[in-house]
């Protein structure tokens, strides 16, 4: 396992000593593992939708191209 190095201030300090009960290297070892996870998870989101963009672009040529002189048709019918 490696090891890191934290800074803190010394005020920091002083409050982490009043509360000894608290296993400080856990929480911070807590804090930066959840993140991590989090970060994992939104890189594979990402990728997960680049993968389904061409699907996408699909959709919205296939959306375009069906709206195609639809205004014209409508101007026509009187409707605009």
């Not at 608290?22 to 929480?27: E, L, V």
């Not at 911070?28 to 593992?33: A, M």
């Not at 990402?46 to 699909?58: A, S």
């Amino acid at each position: 396992m490696v090891s890191i190095t934290l800074s803190v201030s010394e005020e920091i300090r002083e409050i982490m000593r009043k509360h000894q009960e608290i296993n400080w290297s856990g929480f911070v070892k807590n804090c930066i593992l959840g993140k991590a996870e989090q970060l994992e998870w939104k890189e594979k989101m990402l990728e997960e939708l680049q993968q389904q963009q061409p699907i996408v672009d699909w959709s919205v040529q296939l959306q375009k191209k069906s709206r195609e002189g639809r205004y014209e048709e409508l101007k026509k019918k009187g409707i605009l």
